[in-house]
């Protein structure tokens, strides 16, 4: 059984079952799941909590992952990440809510443009995503993991790495030496594993390119409070009340309030800039504040943002901040989420992909500690899905930095990534609801097989031709064979016309700003969907799958009503 190994012979050092290297929410998450299952697990991290760490907008998605998380490896304690009530009240009150994605389009030295503003509402009747105030969910996360038996060394600077046929061993920077039966390298882009095996793949591998600046400040203002707009240019939310993304041509500010719910204490705003390092160089004569501000001045409304603000920590500034992995596992090791790669904060997909990998592995790692069988074939889909997360995620973000400079191009890039955010959280609740009723676990497993792991809707091939068309033409308005206004115009019109683009939701008319599904639009959807949407979707209201694979009925966890 995992856990249950004799302790070595004095002088020898103990070996782990698993060592884990980072304990930010992809070490520690792992690390609470394998310690409740009686694996012996060692967290081992360069750094001390609390700290300061980025990565704090949450999707509907994410929620959901790790709710199933909770649920299927019996860890209550990941379940307040699923709600801001649950944030505010079990961690800290120091986190924000968040109700929507906020997108507007700058250009300098004018006002944005009311008749392009976008946002998108997630519907869901249970759960609630937030801004995490990363210092405290990411403390409160390997605090448990401590309480449910994971041993930890903070502070500890790690030399190398050693990987042998029947264990492995990390060397501290002292001396000393740390064994295991695995390793997990969640450590993220200095990845020790990555350095040591040169597993980075070169630069020309991806294809998004941006830089990025960020802190936390204190006196920014609510974009509802910047724009001079009248109340009809108003969303259906307030500003406020999500994530902000202003959008200028190869670039985008954010503004991620931690002061935006009720109950919050916490009078913090996340703020960064990410831009496109190959048009706008980073100007070695300016400390990231001046060239942050200006930027901001760049553009009227997003000044006024920041007129007031004043940062309380020092800025972090990166080069190009993009790289991916020749491979992600090996035997007995695994680079796992940010050690694996990482694309661009655009989507937030930070910590849905954590939670997608953490889900793929936890119960592999588990089956492999029993079996004391770690041959990576046994690990293989793990390395497919991070594989299959950057690349799609990097053609997305790619394809929306090409679009940002004309709208009518973005409005459609931004149509084809709202149209998965519906069937993929259907899809997803269509599995774990009948985990749930089954407890049977190769539910969940045949949910990873899937004909593209990590693209938005992995099991569709009509989401998939619509998303391999959105990156023909911009990547075709990129190389200069291809007016953007023209792209925009045809990736609209596949938009209108693809059958997996949901209908009753606003996302085929050009003209819908503002993506806010109410309960007839919902009823109406499913109502289509039924009937007359497409066979490969049909199953996420009939509750049989193409294949005849009975699912679930929906209940009231689902955001469409019956």
């Known amino acids: 059984m995992p856990g249950h190994h004799p302790r070595p012979p004095s002088g020898m050092p103990r070996r782990h079952d698993v060592i884990i ?61 699923t709600s801001y009530e649950g944030c505010r009240d079990e961690i800290a009150p120091t986190s924000g809510t968040k109700r929507h994605f906020g997108f507007i389009r700058h250009e ?54 050693e990987l042998d ?64 707009v009248g109340p009809e240019d ?37 703020v960064g800039l990410t831009l496109d390092e190959r048009l706008y160089p980073k100007a070695d004569d300016l400390s990231p504040e001046e060239e942050f501000r200006q930027f901001a001045a760049r553009f009227p409304a997003v000044e006024r943002l920041f007129t007031d603000a004043r940062t309380v920590r020092p800025w972090v500034s990166a080069g190009r901040i ?37 889900n793929s592995l936890a119960w592999r790692l588990l089956d492999a500690l029993a079996d004391d069988d770690f041959d990576e074939e046994r690990f293989r889909y793990v390395d497919e899905l991070q594989q299959g ?19 009518s191009l973005w409005n459609a890039v931004y149509r084809v990534w709202c149209a998965a955010e519906v069937p993929i959280n259907l899809r997803f609740d269509r599995f774990t609801e009948r985990y749930m009723e089954s407890g049977d676990e190769g539910v969940l497993r045949a949910m990873e097989k899937a004909a593209y792991p990590g693209l938005p809707v992995p099991g569709s091939h009509g989401y998939k031709a619509l998303f391999d068309e959105m990156v023909r033409l911009c990547e075709a308005v990129d190389r200069g064979g291809l007016a953007a206004a023209d792209a925009g115009r045809q990736l609209m019109s596949t938009v209108t016309n693809s059958p997996v683009v949901l209908d009753h939701v ?31 979707l049909r199953y996420l209201t009939t509750g049989v799958d193409v294949h005849g694979m009975p699912l679930a009925e929906a209940d009231e966890r689902t955001p469409v009503p019956h």
């Open 21 to 81: 290297l980072g304990s930010g929410i992809a070490g520690s998450t792992l690390g609470a799941i394998l310690a409740k299952q009686g694996v012996s697990v060692l967290l081992v991290d360069g750094g001390t909590h609390p700290r300061f760490a980025v990565g704090e907008s949450t999707t509907l998605y994410t929620l959901k992952v790790f709710r199933l998380l909770a649920r299927r490896y019996g860890v209550p304690e990941l379940e307040p990440l």
């Open 108 to 161: 300098e030295g004018k006002e944005p443009d009311p008749a392009e503003f976008l946002q998108f509402s997630p519907p869901s009747k249970v759960l609630q995503t937030s801004h995490l105030f990363r210092q405290d969910t990411d403390a409160y996360l390997f605090h448990t993991a401590i309480r449910y038996g994971c041993e930890a060394r903070q502070a500890f600077a790690v030399d190398e790495v």
């Open 165 to 228: 046929d029947d264990h492995v061993t990390v060397v501290g920077a002292n001396g000393e030496r740390l064994e295991g039966r695995y390793l997990v390298d969640a450590s993220g882009f200095r990845s020790p594993l990555a350095r040591q095996l040169a597993l980075r793949r070169p630069p020309e591998a991806v294809k998004h390119h941006s830089r990025s600046m960020f802190t936390h400040m204190i006196g920014v203002r609510p974009t509802d409070e910047c724009l001079r």
């Open 234 to 270: 108003a969303p259906p939310i307030p500003w406020v009340e999500g994530t902000m993304h202003h959008l200028f041509e190869r670039g985008w500010f954010w503004s991620i309030p931690f002061n935006n719910g009720p109950g919050s204490k916490n009078p913090l705003v996340s």
């Open 322 to 358: 993009q790289y991916a992995s020749e491979r992600t596992v090996g035997h007995r090791w695994c680079l796992m989420s940010h050690a694996a790669g990482f694309i661009d904060p655009l989507y937030s997909r930070g910590l849905t992909n954590t939670g997608e990998v953490v």
């Open 389 to 407: 997360l950057i690349r799609y995620n990097d053609e997305l973000v790619n394809c929306s930095f090409v679009a940002f400079s004309e709208h």
């Open 506 to 536: 606003g996302l085929r008319d050009p003209a819908c700003r503002f993506v806010y599904p109410k309960p007839e639009d919902l009823r109406r959807m499913a109502n289509w969907l039924r009937h007359e949407g497409p066979d490969e």
